[in-house]
């Protein structure tokens, strides 16, 4: 994997992807930034969730359930001094279908936050206390 940061003045950072995509990312505006795209901690979130949802969402359709939707909310603490690092995040699972077995939807939580979720994975090893929780909500029928 490949990214490329370029800057653009003032705290505006715009990100390249390997695969060809592009993001910007702006500070708060304490430090000079214009509001043009999320903060880079906050992308480190973004990643964490995109990561966990995939691979949710990927045994739950092996497993033949009928997922409808899948939302992940997640809330961060950081430290208060510099470093700020992350040190608490809490990852919520909203995850809608029709006949989901309960026991599906809690293993692949368990798997992605153990086993596969590499971002998850990688914030534990950074001795980030991280939480999981889900819920499960009907799907259109």
Request: hydrophobic letters at 35%; a negative charge; aromatic letters at 6%.
């Amino acid at each position: 994997m490949q990214a490329r940061i370029s800057w653009k003045g003032d705290v505006v950072f715009q990100g390249k992807t390997g695969s060809g995509h592009e993001v910007t990312m702006d500070g708060p505006e304490s430090a000079g930034g214009q509001g043009l795209g999320p903060r880079p901690m906050e992308m480190l979130l973004l990643g964490l969730g995109g990561c966990t949802a995939f691979d949710v969402v990927s045994m739950l359709k092996k497993g033949r359930q009928e997922i409808v939707d899948c939302q992940v909310q997640i809330d961060a603490e950081r430290a208060d001094e510099v470093p700020a690092v992350f040190t608490k995040i809490k990852v919520h699972y909203l995850v809608s279908g029709n006949h989901l077995k309960e026991s599906q939807v809690k293993r692949a939580v368990e798997l992605s936050a153990e086993k596969y979720c590499s971002a998850s994975i990688l914030f534990q090893r950074a001795g980030v206390e991280v939480e999981h929780s889900y819920e499960i909500q009907s799907g259109a029928e």
